[in-house]
Structure formats: structure tokens, C-alpha cells
């Protein structure tokens, strides 16, 4: 997790007009960012859902506007295309242990294309994720602003599935910096060592394996310094 190839991948979903859309964003140690992935509930894309969207960004549908197996393919490929990994290079990939993220064909994909995926326990993804707290946390609330006054500038009751990738992307803007996520990631010993011995072991072990640069401490000698 904290290999300067590591790469955290999580999710942002906003209600409007009684839907919900998923928007997947990852980023790296080293403060690199992987273009956002929108997922809006409909049957077919549309060019207008990309308005003021950010650079880069992909934009895929699905009936409920949720991360699914196929989706979660298509977002590999978009993933593998920015990372870049090779086998001098390989990125490892820090997921939850959500069902629509594991299948053979993933597996498949990432073994080629030199992507080492870690799949989190269930039910601990909360102590293993600080970007949940000093990522999404500030993105959700930079975008909520961004609602409120657009809100208030049109007079309009709710966010037109239109207008929400600009929205999003006036928040993300502010929030994605390199500086904040080198930031994010330094926090990372201090979850390290929230997470109990036996899951700390399975990380070390799992990272000298994939041959990933990373810096190590003696967790014995620091709970016994304080």
C-alpha cells in the first residue's frame, strides 16, 4: 500500500433525481492521479454527460449506476492504459473485497498486464483506507458545495445528471493535488499499525514477494517505544 507503485482505487456515489452515480478515482505514493471513471444509471451513454467533465475521464452506464464485473474490466483497461505497469514496473492495486471486483477474467488480465491486485478483508477496508477520510471525505464535501451554489445560481431543486460531471469536476479540481496525496499516503504507518500484527505481517510478506520498493519498520520496537 505504500510501494511508490501502489495504487488506492476507491469510489464517490451522489444522489440526484432519486439515482445514484459511481465515480471511481485511484491514486498513487508518488501523487499520480488516474483519470476518474463515471458510472450513470442508464441504458446508454451520452456526450452531454461529459460536459466540463474532467480531462480524461471515461464515462460507462449501468441499470443501477454501480460498480459491476464488466464494468470493473472496463476500468482495468482504463487503469492499465495511465499506470503503465511492465514487468521492470508492476503497480500494485489496493481493492476492497467488493463481489463486482473479483473474476476470473480480472485475474487474467491483471496476471498479463503485470498488475498485482490486493483484495482487502471484509469489514476492515475502514482502518486499511485512510483515503476514505483525507481523500473522499474533503471530495465529497468540495462537490456538495459545488451543488449548493450551482443550485442557488440557477434556482433549480435538484442536479441535472447533466450537469453533475462538471460539477464534479470543479470539486475535484480543488481536492486532487500531487501535494495532498503524497501527503495522504505518508499517513499510511499509522493505519499500518492500527490493523492488528497478523494483518500487518500479510502485507510485509505480500509486498517482499512482489519484489515492490517500500520502506519498513520494526512494529515490535515502536509499540514498545510508546
Known amino acids: 500500500m505504500d510501494a511508490a507503485r501502489g495504487t488506492k482505487q476507491v469510489g464517490i ?3 440526484f433525481e432519486e439515482s445514484n452515480v459511481t465515480v471511481m478515482c485511484s491514486m498513487n505514493a508518488a501523487g499520480g ?22 480531462l480524461g475521464a471515461v464515462y460507462q452506464c449501468s441499470d443501477n449506476g454501480w460498480m459491476n464485473q464488466d ?6 483497461k482504463h487503469f492499465n492504459k495511465h499506470a503503465k505497469p511492465s514487468i521492470a514496473d508492476p503497480v500494485l492495486l ?7 471486483h473479483i473474476s476470473l477474467d480480472m485475474y487474467e488480465f491483471c496476471k498479463i498486464h503485470h498488475i498485482h491486485v490486493v483484495s482487502l478483508p471484509p469489514h476492515k477496508s475502514h482502518k486499511m483506507q485512510p483515503l476514505d477520510v483525507t481523500f473522499y471525505g474533503p471530495l465529497k464535501n468540495a462537490y456538495y458545495r459545488e451543488c449548493e451554489l450551482h443550485l442557488k445560481i440557477t434556482a433549480h431543486e ?10 464534479f469536476n470543479k470539486a475535484y479540481d480543488k481536492v486532487a493535488t500531487m501535494e495532498k496525496a503524497i501527503t495522504r499516503f505518508q499517513n499510511l504507518p499509522e493505519y499500518f499499525l ?4 497478523n494483518l ?3 502485507i510485509l510478506l505480500l509486498l517482499k514477494s512482489l519484489e515492490l520498493q517500500m520502506s519498513t519498520w520494526d512494529v515490535t520496537r515502536e509499540k514498545k517505544e510508546k
Open 13 to 15: 456515489a451522489t444522489s
Open 33 to 54: 492521479y488516474i483519470p476518474p471513471f463515471f458510472i450513470f444509471p442508464r441504458k446508454q451513454t451520452s456526450v452531454t454527460l461529459e460536459t466540463g467533465g474532467p
Open 71 to 76: 464494468l470493473f474490466a472496463d476500468w482495468l
Open 94 to 100: 489496493v481493492c476492497d473485497n467488493h463481489g463486482s
Open 158 to 167: 435538484k442536479i441535472n445528471m447533466h450537469e453533475l460531471a462538471g460539477l
Open 194 to 197: 492500527s490493523i492488528g500484527t
Open 200 to 202: 500487518q505481517l500479510i
